[in-house]
Structure formats: structure tokens, C-alpha cells
């Protein structure tokens, strides 16, 4: 288990820190960014828990709102795992590739293919995709959306250097924007809450000056 009894030590104070393995690198280091990035998208992860568990689960007459419950006890258990894993992940990143120490628990094959099976069983229940999606929605919706792309994000930093990456550790992540996108339709569905869908240039409504006009004329 971890023990940490000072967070400030001054190490860092111009402007370096150090890898697992005791190495001492710069904070605008590659490595080091992706390790950032990894963080940023466990604290969106928490967002989203957040949103979630402020869905109001009763009606007001005091009965149950079984679909808004539903959504409750899944997010708190995929996205709950999800913030562990991103830990395991982000100890990883944070070490030279040929320097993870044995003990140091990874990302495996059994953790990237749960992705996929997950994702399976959501789009079981989603009607099929004919546009492309807005980001956009309530509260929960549009911070899943945001973790989708920071988690992208994570993915091209780690490309960019895949040569001091495990493979398995990029498919993890490569599945896991993927995941938190079927995830974030997923939840929308069972909110009954409508995808803004993309309307291509020269299907869309022009003359919002028009629209302010108007409803200005009518106050």
C-alpha cells in the first residue's frame, strides 16, 4: 500500500521530477505529459461520477426511476474500476520501459478485452449510428464526452512515443476512448435523452441575425 506523510518536498521546484525508477526528467518531458493527461482523464472520470450520482433517482410522487437507478449502478461500477485501472496505467507510464519493476501491476489483456465486452453489451441495447454525434447533452452526457476526447489525447501523446510503450498498454487506451464513447450513448439512451446528430453544410438552419431581430421586435 501506498504511504505518503509530505506532499511538498521542493523536488520539483525547478521545474523537474522523477520517474519510477528514481530518474530525474523535466516536466515538460513527453513522458511526463502523458502521465498528466492520464490524471486529467481520471478526474474527468470522476466528473462524470458526479454528474451522474446528482441525477435525481425518485419521482416526485416518491416512486423509483428504475432507468436513472440503472445508469447509477452502472456508472459507479465501470467508471469505478475504470479510475483504479487508470492509477495502474498511469504508475506505468510514469516508468522508463525497461525499467518497470516487477512488482508493478499492469494493464493486461484481461482488462482490454473487458472493454470490448462491455461495449458489446451496451450497443446491444443502441440503435444504430446514422450520423455523426454532437458533444453535447445533459451534465453527465457532456462530461463523458470530454473524457472520450482527453482520452484521445492521452493516445496520440503515448504514439508518440510507442517505441517506449508496451503495445498492450496503447490497445488499453485506444479501446478505452471507444468504451467511454459507446458508454456515453449508452447513458443517454436509458436517460431518454435525444443525440444531437451532425447536419452537414447546406442542410442547416441559417438566419440566427434574424432570429434575434424577431425576438427582439416581440419583447
Known sequence: MVRITKVHTGGGDAGETSLVDGSRVDKSDARIEIVG?????????????????????????GGARITVRRVKDVCSAALGRLQSELFDLGAELACPLDQIPEYMQLVDQEDSDRL?????????????????????????????????????????????????????ALQYVNRLSDWIFVL?????????????????????EAGIADMTRKQNANR
Open 184 to 204: 456515453t450513448r449508452w447513458t443517454s439512451a436509458r436517460l431518454g435523452e435525444d443525440e444531437t446528430l451532425w447536419t452537414p453544410k447546406g442542410k442547416r
Open 37 to 61: 493527461t492520464c490524471d486529467e482523464v481520471n478526474a474527468l472520470l470522476g466528473l462524470v461520477l458526479m454528474e451522474t450520482n446528482r441525477l435525481p433517482d425518485t419521482h416526485s410522487d
Open 116 to 168: 470490448c465486452e462491455e461495449m458489446d453489451a451496451w450497443n446491444e441495447e443502441l440503435e444504430p449510428l446514422e450520423s455523426f454525434i454532437l458533444p453535447t447533452g445533459s451534465g453527465p452526457i457532456a462530461a463523458m464526452h470530454i473524457a472520450r476526447t482527453v482520452t484521445r489525447r492521452l493516445e496520440r501523446g503515448m504514439v508518440a512515443i510507442k517505441d517506449e510503450m508496451r503495445p498492450l
